[in-house]
C-alpha cells in the first residue's frame, strides 16, 4: 500500500494524493509500467521525456526512468539530449517487436494505473463525507420539490448513514426526482483512479460519461496525478440493467476491463430506477447483492475464473412503483436499512408544486386557474401526482407554442392540456353531421 497508507481524510480533502518519489511507491511492478511507457513512445509521433510524462500522468524523473530502461534494453533509442525532459526517443526493430505482443495481450494505453489495494484504501477513506448531513443541507439538495419534513429527516438519516433505501410509491410521485437529487446532499470531492492494476490485468475506473472532474487546484504542491478529482458520481439504471452488467466487461479489441457501474459509483449515489422491471429477477438481484449491502466489498471475476474483491462504497438506492411485498420477502428488507414510501401530495401540496413550476416556465398563476384545475381532479375522483403540474404545463406549452401564441394559463388552455395529458375522445360536431345528412338525403 505504500505512501497511501499513512494518509488521513483531511489530508486527501486538502492535498490530494500524495506525489510519487520512487516507482516503488507506484504500487504497480515497474515491468508493467515499462512496457506501457513503451506503448506511449510507440503511438506518439514525437516522443519525448515530458510527452510521455503526461501520458503516464508520472514525473519526469520517474519517467526517464523507464525511458533509460528501455534504452539500454534497446527497444528504443535517444535522438536528442538536450534540455531535462527534451530528450526525444524512437522506436527500434525490437522495441515495435515487443510492442505488438503487448497489444496482443493487454491494449490499455492511458495514465499509469494504480494498486487495487491504494484503490481500496483511498475509497474508504473519502465514502463517508467530512461534513454530516444536516436538515439545512438536505433542505438544500431538495430545495425545488415539496417534500414533508419526515421524509427530508428520513432522507438526511439514509445521507449520513449511507445505508441502502428502499423508495416505493405510486408512479409519478417523484420517487426518481428524490432518488437523483439524495447524491447533492454528500459533502465535498472524491479523488478516484484512471485505472486498477491486478496481476498485470487494466480495470478502467474513470468514465467521461459518468464522472464529472474539477478544475484542477491552483496549488504550489503537486499530487499523483493517476488519480483525477471528481464530484461524487450519481449513477443511475433502469431497464437496462442485467446481471452480466454488473461483472467486469471484457472488451476483445481493446484488451483490457471495463469497470462495471456499482464500481464506478463508489464514493457516490447508484439509484436503481424501476426496480422489478429489469431484465433479471429481483430475487437475483437482490441476492448478487446481500453481501455488498452489508460488508461494503464486493467480488468481480475476469474472464479466466479469478475472482478479485473491491470496494463497494456507495449509498444505495432502490426505487419501485411496485409492491414490495411482491419483490422481496421481509428478511431481504430487513437488510435494506431504510424504507419509505412516498404519497401523493395533498391539495395544498399540489398549488404550491403547480406555482413553483409555473415560475420556473414565467406563467403567471390566477387562483381562478387552481380552483379550476382542482375541482377537475375532485369530479374525476383522480389522484393527484407531484409529476401532473409539470406535464400539464408542458401541454400548456405545446398548444400556445401551435397557435402561435405566448405562454399563459386559461380555463380553455387548462381543458385542452388536460384534455391531451389524461385522454379524450375527438368526435365530429354537429354541423359536420349535419351536412353528412343532406349529402346522404340528396
Not at 192 to 206: K, L, S
Not at 334 to 359: H, L, N, S, V, W
Request: with cysteine; net charge negative.
Amino acid at each position: 500500500m505504500g505512501h497511501l497508507s499513512i494518509l488521513s481524510r483531511s489530508e486527501i480533502e486538502t492535498l490530494g494524493p500524495p506525489m510519487l518519489e520512487e516507482l516503488g511507491d507506484t504500487g504497480v511492478h515497474e515491468a508493467f509500467l515499462r512496457d506501457l511507457a513503451l506503448k506511449h513512445v510507440a503511438m506518439l509521433p514525437d516522443p519525448s521525456t515530458t510527452s510521455v510524462a503526461d501520458k503516464l500522468q508520472l514525473p519526469r524523473v520517474l519517467t526517464e526512468e523507464l525511458l533509460y530502461y528501455l534504452y539500454r534494453e534497446k527497444l528504443i533509442e535517444m535522438r536528442l539530449q538536450s534540455a531535462v525532459g527534451s530528450t526525444r526517443y524512437a522506436m527500434l526493430d525490437h522495441g515495435w517487436e515487443r510492442v505488438s505482443r503487448l497489444q496482443s495481450q493487454n491494449g490499455y494505453l492511458g495514465p499509469a494505473p494504480v494498486s487495487l489495494s491504494d484503490y481500496a484504501l483511498m475509497m474508504k477513506l473519502q465514502a463517508v463525507p467530512s461534513k454530516a448531513a444536516s436538515m439545512t443541507t438536505v433542505r438544500s439538495a431538495f430545495k425545488d420539490l415539496v417534500l414533508p419534513d419526515s421524509l427530508l429527516q428520513t432522507l438526511g438519516c439514509v445521507i449520513n448513514s449511507r445505508s441502502s433505501l428502499f423508495l416505493t410509491g405510486l408512479p409519478g410521485t417523484g420517487k426518481t426526482a428524490v432518488s437523483e437529487r439524495m447524491n447533492a446532499a454528500l459533502h465535498g470531492t472524491i479523488w478516484i483512479p484512471y485505472a486498477v492494476e491486478i496481476d498485470g490485468q487494466i480495470i478502467r475506473i474513470f468514465d467521461a460519461h459518468c464522472h464529472v472532474p474539477v478544475p484542477e487546484r491552483d496549488s504550489v504542491i503537486e499530487y499523483d496525478r493517476r488519480w483525477i478529482e471528481i464530484e461524487r458520481p450519481l449513477i443511475m439504471v433502469g431497464g437496462e440493467l442485467t446481471l452480466e452488467s454488473t461483472d467486469l466487461a471484457w472488451s476483445e479489441a481493446a484488451r483490457f476491463y471495463e469497470a462495471p457501474f456499482q464500481v464506478k459509483s463508489n464514493g457516490g449515489t447508484l439509484v436503481i430506477d424501476d426496480f422489478g422491471r429489469q431484465r433479471v429477477e429481483p430475487q437475483d438481484l437482490l441476492n448478487r447483492w446481500i453481501l455488498p449491502l452489508e460488508r461494503r466489498v464486493d467480488f468481480l471475476t475476469f474472464h479466466n475464473g479469478k475472482k478479485i474483491e473491491v470496494p463497494f462504497e456507495q449509498l444505495v438506492v432502490f426505487s419501485t412503483n411496485l409492491d414490495e411485498k411482491d419483490l422481496v420477502d421481509e428478511a431481504f428488507l430487513r437488510r435494506m436499512g431504510y424504507r419509505a414510501r412516498i404519497e401523493p401530495p395533498t391539495a395544498q401540496a399540489f398549488i404550491e408544486i403547480f406555482k413553483r413550476t409555473a415560475g420556473v416556465r414565467s406563467i403567471a398563476v390566477d387562483d381562478s386557474c387552481l380552483t379550476h384545475i382542482l375541482n377537475k381532479y375532485r369530479a374525476q375522483n383522480r389522484v393527484m401526482k407531484g409529476c401532473e403540474p409539470r406535464d400539464l404545463l408542458n401541454k400548456v406549452n405545446d398548444i400556445c407554442l401551435f397557435e402561435g401564441i405566448p405562454p399563459k394559463l386559461t380555463v380553455e388552455l387548462i381543458d385542452l392540456a388536460w384534455g391531451n395529458y389524461f385522454g379524450t375522445a375527438h368526435g365530429f360536431g354537429p354541423e359536420i353531421e349535419k351536412v353528412e345528412v343532406q349529402q346522404n338525403a340528396a
